[in-house]
């Protein structure tokens, strides 16, 4: 499959281990966030999102967590598994810029070894 | 469960040809949106697409590019004129809700042009 990202920042764990991913978003206006996984020659996939109302949300082995004082948000991936190796983008709604339009972040490469 | 697709998996075109790239958004969905990925880099947003109208264009998507919906299933991304740097991954997505939703995305049309 294509290999996306040759130059993204990888974090490295071990199977087992808790990971978490970061992510810096620049819009203060942005009102919704979405975490989407991407397998190798895969489109993104859904993962979990949150409103700006809120600031913690969990499901299955993942909690996302939003700080809007520093526009920071965060994954958090309990017992990381080998199926858990992908890239993880953040995705924002900038609500202020436009209704009908997420914006993506870098990507981080989670890497999962046995 | 329902999933967006894609087709064609791979399109090779010339420089200066026109291709056409089709995807079939989940049924119940009303929002229909492109986005492209060049290798290495991230998830770009092309256009969103509402009510038969685009609702929301990048700058990417100039004059040569349009959408259409043909009928009530099928979604389509046009290119009058490739380019060299319009080789990446097309991805295709839908949501029920707009970008206060989920966006659902396909497994893209790798474009390669020549």
């Known amino acids: 499959g294509e290999s996306v990202g040759l130059h993204l920042p990888t974090l490295s764990v071990q199977e087992g281990d808790n990971s978490i991913i970061n992510c810096a978003y620049s819009?203060?206006?942005?009102?919704?966030f979405i975490w989407y996984k991407q397998e190798s020659g895969k489109g993104p996939q859904f993962i979990i999102d949150?409103?700006?109302?809120?600031d913690k949300r969990q499901g299955q082995r993942v909690t996302v967590l939003l700080n809007k004082t520093v526009k920071h948000l965060s994954l958090q991936i309990a017992a990381t598994q080998p199926g858990d190796s992908a890239v993880y983008f953040c995705?924002?709604?900038?609500?202020?810029?436009?209704?009908?339009?997420?914006?993506f972040g870098a990507g981080t490469r989670l890497a999962v070894h046995p | 469960e329902p999933e967006v697709t894609q087709t064609p998996s791979h399109q090779v075109t010339q420089m200066g040809q026109e291709v056409i790239l089709r995807c079939v958004p989940i049924?119940?969905?009303?929002?229909f949106y492109w986005y492209r990925q060049i290798l290495g880099q991230k998830v770009e947003f092309l256009v969103s697409?509402?009510?038969?109208?685009?609702?929301?264009k990048s700058e990417i998507f100039d004059d040569q590019f349009s959408v259409e919906r043909p009928d009530g299933s099928n979604f389509t991304l046009k290119i009058r004129s490739t380019k060299l740097e319009d080789s990446a991954m097309y991805f295709c997505?839908?949501?029920?809700?707009?970008?206060?939703?989920?966006?659902?995305f396909g497994n893209g049309t790798r474009l390669t042009v020549t």
């Open positions: 697409f509402y009510n038969n109208e685009i609702s929301e």
């Open positions: 995705a924002e709604n900038p609500f202020s810029g436009g209704y009908n339009k997420l914006i």
């Open positions: 819009n203060s206006a942005s009102d919704y």
């Open positions: 049924s119940n969905h009303l929002y």
């Open positions: 949150i409103r700006s109302n809120m």
């Open positions: 997505a839908s949501s029920a809700q707009g970008v206060q939703s989920p966006l659902h």
